[in-house]
């Protein structure tokens, strides 16, 4: 499925007001990122699938809950929401190797603090 635009390469021109009105107000977001509740407004079924997962327990500051929420793991999305192609995302099914390996090494990495679990999970 050719796409126009790259994953994750950033929109040009000034980046349109939010095109979503997030229903909770988040902590403020970091340029890019657009914070979960906003992805939830079209990816309510992805939401329900992560919760009662350890990545969803923001009580642990080490989860992606705790972090960027679903941007920890499919990078900033607010150009995404913006895109009316709907690229601009990180794509798992699409990416190589080595960059899936990238993103849940940020985390599951033996040199963080936590090393006391294995990976994965035995
Ligand atoms: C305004 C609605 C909307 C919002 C908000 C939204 N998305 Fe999407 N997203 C879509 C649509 C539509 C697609 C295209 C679906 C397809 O290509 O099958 C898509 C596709 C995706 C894909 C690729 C799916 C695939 O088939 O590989 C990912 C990953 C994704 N979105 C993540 C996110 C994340 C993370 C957020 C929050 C930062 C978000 N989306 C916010 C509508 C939205
Ligand atoms: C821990 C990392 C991680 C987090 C956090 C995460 N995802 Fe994903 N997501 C993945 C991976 C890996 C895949 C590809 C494998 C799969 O389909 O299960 C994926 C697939 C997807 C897809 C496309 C495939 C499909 O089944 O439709 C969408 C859309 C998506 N995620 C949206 C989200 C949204 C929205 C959130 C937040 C509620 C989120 N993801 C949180 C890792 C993550
Ligand atoms: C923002 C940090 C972060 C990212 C990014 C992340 N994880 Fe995790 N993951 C965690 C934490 C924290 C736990 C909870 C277990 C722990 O404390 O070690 C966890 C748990 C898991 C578990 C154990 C689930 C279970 O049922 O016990 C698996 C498997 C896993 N992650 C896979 C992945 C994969 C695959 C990716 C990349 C697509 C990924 N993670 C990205 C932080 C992260």
């Avoid at 000034?14 to 909770?24: D, E, F, M, W, Y």
Wanted: hydrophobic share 30%; aromatic share 2%.
């Amino acid at each position: 499925m050719a796409r126009a635009g790259g994953e994750l390469s950033s929109a040009s021109g000034p980046p349109p007001a939010h095109a979503v009105a997030a229903t909770v107000v988040q902590d403020a977001q970091p340029a890019g990122y657009a914070g979960s509740d906003s992805c939830a407004v079209c990816h309510s079924d992805k939401m329900e699938s992560l919760k009662g997962t350890p990545h969803s327990q923001a009580k642990n500051p080490r989860t992606p809950a705790a972090a960027h929420g679903c941007e920890s793991c499919h990078g900033p999305g607010q150009a995404h929401i913006d895109d009316d192609a709907k690229g601009h995302i990180r794509r798992f099914g699409q990416i190589k190797p080595a960059e899936m390996n990238e993103t849940c090494l940020a985390c599951h990495n033996r040199g963080t603090p936590d090393t006391s679990r294995s990976f994965p999970p035995a």
